[in-house]
Nanobody, 118 residues
């Protein structure tokens, strides 16, 4: 089992940038797909971004062109750089890991709050 700890959340103003980090401990990291999700109050969890073992990335439509996901396998850390933040980006952000061949993300962090004021 892998443990995930997110950091980097906070209160920012619209248009600002923020970088989230998620560090893993436990089993190997380099072969897993990593993802970021978010959940705003009263809303369902939303896909933000994912990066696979080879560095291929995918993004949700609402963040495409503004957010960038990256990974450092040596540090066992996945990052989410968020630019041009909007109040609608306010949510708890979670990182997650999907094991090779697994259909779902099976390990989740505790989440970090991002609040964007207008």
């Amino acid at each position: 089992q892998v443990q995930l700890v997110e950091s980097g959340g906070g209160l920012v103003q619209a248009g600002d940038s923020l970088r989230l980090s998620c560090t893993a401990s436990g089993r190997t990291f380099s072969s897993e797909a990593l993802g970021w999700f978010r959940q705003a109050p009263g809303k369902e969890r939303e896909f933000v971004a994912t990066i696979n073992w080879s560095g291929n990335t995918e993004y949700g439509n609402s963040v495409k062109g503004r957010f960038t996901i990256s990974r450092d396998n040596v540090k066992k850390t996945v990052y989410l750089l968020m630019n041009s933040l909007k109040p609608s980006d306010t949510a708890v952000y979670y990182c997650a890991v999907r094991a090779p061949g697994a259909p779902l993300f099976g390990s989740w962090g505790q989440g970090t709050q991002v609040t964007v004021s207008s």
